[in-house]
């Protein structure tokens, strides 16, 4: 039981569980941004342009109920077409998001990449280096 575990700690505290975690906690925070960014930004002219006070609210009625008297013999036959459009709209925005993230990260790693390594000597440099080397050495023998 005991190496279980410590193979378990070891698991839990690697670097890419935790990595992982922070990422799934910033991703929660990130969507209610990106949720409030489509529902109070985005789709308010989206529902005036379907002259809808709400864009989840479009439907089809494909059959009206029928009624007689109190009693419902069939039901009403519905096709909610805005919620579907509105998730839609939500996966598109949040992967536009995502994708212009990752275009962001991977441009700085390719800037990280590109800088240029150290320049090397010249070959002065390097000959005063040998004849420094060398002095010292005749001067502790």
Known sequence: ???FIREFKEFAVRGNVMDMAIGLI???????IVSSLVADIIMPPIA??????NVE???????????????????????NV???LQ????????????FLMIKGIMKLKRQKAEEPAPAEPSEEVKLLSDIKELLKKQANS
Do not use: H, N, Y
């Open 1 to 3: 039981m005991g190496k």
């Open 26 to 32: 910033i991703g929660a925070a990130f969507g209610k």
């Open 48 to 53: 005036l342009l379907t002259e809808s006070g």
């Open 57 to 79: 609210g479009i439907r089809w009625v494909l059959r009206e109920a029928v009624i007689q008297g109190e009693e419902v013999i069939k039901p009403e036959v519905v096709m």
């Open 82 to 84: 805005g919620g579907f």
């Open 87 to 98: 998730t839609v709209i939500d996966f598109i925005i949040i992967a536009f998001v995502i």
